[in-house]
């Protein structure tokens, strides 16, 4: 059952343009919400977070939106840059839990020239 | 300064032998964890700590040992290592076990069990 779910397996935008990466959770009970940006032979690193209060979060050139009603959340690039390209995967956590984060599948992102 | 440091980072296994993968972080954190990722899987909770002495299990713990004798280690066996277990493993590490607590992954571990 994935709690967590990145519909799209890739995506790829040209440099300068808007990237949009799309996130859909089923669980209404998680609270806080995360993206971790992955590079190849990489552990994941921490991108941005949003708290299930807010509907919007931005921090410099990312900003992360959740529509909480449509369980969905977006992360906006703006301006797409060739070092952007990675693997971001959406990932959920519950108050509570011991900071067990539940991740989605990811989606490839390819920044092209 | 190191963060979460894994070894190994390659190991391929028969099936059937028995093997130790090794987490180790210096920013001193209570909570740790270790993840596998397959293709199309995204990354799934095998075990977890909350501390010194403490393990739990996560979503997909069968076939897998932990444990956390020392603070900055955590360990993941594999006593009998099946095909299944062919993986890529993250290990992570966490101050606390708050909402807005950032984890910090290391580079993984390839395994592959033929």
């Known amino acids: 059952d994935q709690q967590v779910k990145q519909n799209s397996p890739s995506l790829s935008v040209q440099e300068g343009r808007i990237s949009i990466l799309n996130c859909d959770y089923t669980?209404?009970?998680?609270?806080?919400f995360l993206w971790y940006k992955k590079y190849p032979a990489e552990g994941p690193t921490f991108l941005i977070s949003i708290s299930s209060i807010k509907d919007k979060n931005e921090d410099g050139r990312f900003t992360v939106f959740l529509n909480k009603s449509a369980k969905h959340l977006s992360l906006h690039i703006v301006p797409s840059q060739p070092g952007d390209s990675a693997v971001y995967f959406c990932a959920a956590k519950k108050a509570g839990t011991a900071s067990k984060l539940t991740f989605g599948t990811g989606t490839r992102l390819q920044v092209t020239l | 300064n190191a963060g979460v440091t894994q070894t190994p980072k390659f190991r391929v296994l028969k099936t059937g032998q028995s093997m130790t993968l090794l987490c180790a972080q210096d920013?001193?954190?209570?909570?740790m964890y270790w993840y596998r990722q397959d293709p199309g899987m995204g990354l799934r909770l095998i075990h977890y700590?909350?501390?010194?002495?403490?393990?739990a299990k996560g979503e997909v713990p069968d076939g897998y040992n932990v444990s956390r004798l020392k603070k900055q280690n955590f360990l993941l066996g594999l006593e009998s290592a099946a095909p299944s277990q062919t993986s890529v493993y993250f290990c992570?590490?966490?101050?606390?076990?708050?909402?807005?607590?950032?984890?910090?992954f290391g580079q993984g571990t390839r395994l592959t069990v033929v």
């Open positions: 992570a590490s966490a101050i606390d076990g708050g909402l807005n607590t950032e984890a910090f």
């Open positions: 669980n209404s009970m998680f609270d806080y």
């Open positions: 920013m001193n954190h209570e909570y």
């Open positions: 700590s909350v501390g010194e002495g403490t393990t």
